[in-house]
């Protein structure tokens, strides 16, 4: 038997996404990337929808795509109200099934909803605050829309500025990060002036804001040479202070869906990867885990915090993923248009599916990956 | 990067049953296991129960454990209608999402529901027939009780009796194998009876009795040596006889729950794998991939069969995680019941949750099992 010891240390993960029936989105690809880095979860799927693609070029989406339902430009499903979320909810701790490490909310459809998952997660950190400080870590991804355009009802952007408070990970595309610290990111000092809102005056302990696009942050205008973006992470100071870093990779031209959803797994996992390893390392200097939100002590640089390593493993996975969905979707659709005059919304549907991450047979990226892009600093 | 390949080609599978928020049966076992094979799958949740363990002790159930819905005493959940189900169906057809190389259709609340689920093997089994045999492969599992008593509805039984004739493997356990053949098994000649039935009158191709508890098929009556269980299958000759094979392996005295559900889903990915090997194998002598419900020539012995090579990986599996499942739970329980005085609901609750597949973490023992129980003709 070969069989690769787990990475992380036992962890018991609450997901609460979107289910889809097919593609690789919601909580469809959430649960697979946690439970193949060793995580036990427990999901509560938010919708059933019959799938949730995407289909925008990927230009400027190469990490981050979560929320263009119409992917597939229909759908057919049902959605889960607040009320049976939280029945769900009340049905785990009946039955003693709410002992979570670990919580990971994505994609839920209107403000009632993120409210009754945003209760979930406030009861998780009272309750691990009070017995055992550390012994929970909330990873919320606000996701709210992209580009400028919301994809979610207006109030559920008020909805999501109440609840970050008692997160201990955000991670907001460029434009949800504008929506929450109310900073239009233009440049690299709006940048850090949106991190340094979102610590100071919501608490946020750390940020990744997982796509951003600014022609200083190594974005290139020109069409000749291969197309940058970055993602940028902070984790605050003990006075709020950012302690920010870049990691910058190449954007893959090619459609992809589920790429937030697969980011935010990975960055659950890799987080408490990455604070073990940390408390490995640290000499008897005080341990991370036991520390309310994992806040690295003020000495530690940007460049060496667990959010700093975890993200790049994460971008590492990402890259290997894409590449390789990059390459069987360009076979994919040069075989399906073989002899056949495809109609436009068919090219369309065919494409939207050939997006979908490739996982499953990609199961060494996720685990194993070759981290080609550091952080540095900003 | 150290990527393991996958062990079978693409395959895409379609796979129906239930889903739970918590534990590991249902879909949420069946997608993990054949994600982590490599498969791509597409899920349909028939029922999104809070949780669905079982608790019963499993010194006759090592194998096969897939029924008891109130293994927690207590659940919370929403059923998917009929309607539903052809909803979701629809509509998957409709972006041309219904491309399916294999079928696992499990647990499916009530006799419309298990209808509707038949209609959407009939029609891929149809589209296949037509088009090109053998592309197209249902494994179904007639969750309908144990241990002669019925948890579904009592017309649940003709609906599958209905049904099973487009299935292509089945995987009743010896109650629901007496059930469907209307054959009861008391000793060896009337279990080989059921299967010459089910092959003979209802024409299905492959078949796998998941937990046979007979006296003379080793089980040990004697509670001083290690009892013992067998899976008993057979894959019919062109002439609709059986060929009979069985394995038998010790039991472990400890709670499991989605162990049915498991032993389906690995089913589907190493019958896969093992017809696969065999075209690989034949020297140019046929394709079996190729050929409808891929049955084997009639010269191919018992112990030849790709269903045999397939079983005796999946129990190779079943074994390790089961090994590990039990070992965990022992401490697990120890450590929570140390300075406790928990009452009977809490005890049990606890139980239940121990008693989950640690698939996550055994995913060693999923894909490369040390095969130790080898088939045996009877």
Redesign the interface.
Known sequence: ????P?FVP?TSVLAVAS?V???NVGN?IA??A????????????TV?F??YGLSIICSNASVKRKGNHTG?K?????R?SAQ?IT??W???K????DDFDMMLSGYVPGAAAVEAVGNIGKELKHKSKDQKPGSFFWVLDPVMGDNGRLYVAEDVVPAYKNLIQYADLILPNQFEAELLSGVKITDFASLENAVRVLHRDFGVPHIVITSVSLPTLGSSPSPQTTRTMSVVGSTMTSDRHPRLFKITFPVFECYFSGTGDMFAALMVARMREAVTNYDKHSNGNGSLVGKLSWLSPDDVDALDLPLTRAAEKVLASMH?VLDRTCASLTAEMAEKQKDKDLDEK?LH??K??ASEL????????L????VEYRAEKM
Chains 1, 2 share one sequence.
């Not at 038997?1 to 690769?4: D, K, P, Y």
């Not at 946690?34 to 799927?45: H, R």
């Not at 229909?74 to 049902?78: F, H, I, L, S």
Request: hydrophobic residues 35%; proline residues 3%.
């Open positions: 038997m070969s069989a690769e787990p036992e289910h029936v097919s593609g469809k649960v697979f946690l439970q193949s880095m060793g995580c036990d979860v427990s999901a509560i799927n059933q019959m799938s597939y229909q759908w057919k499903g049902t889960v049976e029945d769900l009340e049905g785990l009946q039955s003693y099934l290997e068919t549907l065919l939207s599916r490739k996982l499953a047979r990609n199961l060494g990226s685990r194993n990956p070759k």
